[in-house]
């Protein structure tokens, strides 16, 4: 702590070590600006001109930024991942919020071995993932339909049916992060002190009473959080519907980052009004994640 | 509540677990047990969960295949990981020790700048690091596979709170000793990071395992194929052998997979440690 208050005062030894400071950060800072903060800025810059890779460029103001607004599979590939957010992060925080109440209820043994089994999807890769899930949701013979003609169903074209393609899109994309959302759920549920639930206890609250009173309030940030880093996340799902479903079919599995992606491969595009999309999200994403700047301040406040 | 229905719903809670942890590890299994089937077992009609015999022909199929370069490509991939884990170690750990120990001019002005790349989507900056790399003539290089990923900004901000953690008298007495900066954070800092290294190591090597928007982008030679690239392409070289997907996807997972059972301990803490903070 004694650092911190004299951080702004040099002293005479950090005079004398600054030159090591600034070799030590050197790397870092020289690769930064290469592959992030060069690119960064010429990101901002081309949105505004006219161009691609055999025509000179010309400044065209805002001209880019109405064209990609208002090209339909753009708008379309908005609409599509705003749903994806809406289904898949609540759904993450509820089934995760309900497993890790499971997992604490456990033995300790069993717990621990669960926590691993479950963590084990989310080091699988999103291209992997989707080679399995194509396979398991196979129209002839895949398991989930052989199990759907055993109940007495008919077969579900998962992948050719633009209602079902987006379900066959979520599931993988749960399947993904569950393990790790459980697990940061189970951490944030056992650092609530037991002393809570024990005078809950004396006073015969209810399991339910608890869950509501206690555990909820106490895992607030834990879920405002989760919760944003989901949405980050989602809003740049490219993997999972790049191989399952190529966006389709007629657009229905579309997200942002594929258009992108399929633009930019396409030399023959203007780049100009490409690039503009990409701004776009991040100014989107952007204001997402300065949502988690403020509940961290609002905490430190609450706090000091 | 009596001791019997408290015992019916732990045992209730058990069951109920495992369903799913079986459930999460269950598309690996059944991926895994169709690699060793032959093709008509794999989409057989009424459904095979055990092949008859285990047959490694779909392995034969890939590792044979001289035009997919399967082997080299999980040689490659497996290289580029390694030498970008030891890079991101190294030079992430160097600017969070700076950061949390060290007093320079436009301290504040160097940290916002590391910091602000974690909140830089990567499709933004895509195709301008695309020209970036091109002009740079860095196509088709192992350098265009390692470096771009390398620094974190997360990573950084990971190493430098756990360094604001230790005390000051590490330095103190080394100072006294007469010991430089490099000194110090080499014979001192460095050996007690293993946790943090481990995490962060883990994860860097992980994403790059995994990733395939940019190799994509960068690498067009087979020479320098990533495995998630060619996991890509089996997918439509193999569109009616489904046995040689699943047996190449089975090999591809491997490698994340062991390394997380080496550290799951402290991997799992890990994900706790960074979502708390």
Known sequence: MKRRKSQNKITSIDKRDMKTAYIMLLPAIIMLTIFVIVPLIMALQKSFYDWNFYIDSEFVGLKNYKIIVNTVYFQKAVVNVIKFVVIIVPLMILVSFLFANVLVNLNKKLSAVIRTMIYIPGIVSGIATSVIFIFVLDYKGGIINQILMKLGHSRVAFLNDPFWAAISVIIPSIWLGLGGNTILMYAGMMNIPTEYYEAASVDGASALKKMIHITIPQMRNIVVLMSIGLTAGTLQMFDIPYMLTGGGPSNSTLTPMLYLYNNYRDTSKGMGYTIAGAVLMLILIAAINSIVFAVIKSDKSMEG | ?277
């Open chain 2, 1 to 277: 509540m009596n001791k019997t229905s408290k015992k019916i719903e732990k045992v209730v809670f058990s069951i109920i677990a495992l369903i799913i942890a079986f459930l999460a590890i269950f598309p690996l299994i059944w991926m895994a047990l169709a690699s060793f089937k032959t093709k008509k077992e794999i989409f057989a009609v009424p459904l095979k969960i055990f092949p008859e015999k285990f047959t490694l022909d779909n392995f034969a199929v890939i590792f044979g295949d001289k035009s997919v370069s399967f082997v080299r490509s999980l040689c490659v991939t497996f290289i580029v990981a390694v030498i970008a884990v030891f890079l991101s170690l190294l030079i992430n750990m160097m600017a969070g020790y700076v950061f949390a120990r060290m007093n320079f001019h436009f301290k504040k002005f160097l940290w916002v700048y590391c910091i602000i790349s974690m909140y830089i989507p990567g499709m933004t900056i895509q195709l301008t690091s695309f020209l970036v790399v091109h002009r740079l003539g860095m196509l088709d290089t192992l350098a265009v596979l390692i470096l771009p990923g390398v620094v974190s900004g997360y990573n950084i901000f990971f190493f430098r709170q756990f360094f604001l953690n230790m005390p000051l008298s590490l330095e103190e007495a080394a100072m006294i000793d007469g010991a430089g900066r490099l000194r110090i954070f080499f014979n001192i800092f460095v050996p007690l990071t293993k946790g943090p290294m481990v995490v962060l190591g883990a994860g860097t090597f992980i994403g790059y395992w995994n990733s395939f928007i940019w190799p994509s982008m960068t690498i067009t030679q087979p020479r320098y194929m990533q495995i998630m690239q060619i996991i890509r392409s089996m997918r439509s070289v193999y569109s009616t052998n489904f046995g040689a997907v699943m047996a190449g996807t089975s090999i591809a997972v491997i490698p994340p997979i062991i390394l997380f059972f080496i550290f799951q301990k402290q991997i799992v803490e890990g994900v706790v440690l960074s979502g708390i903070k």
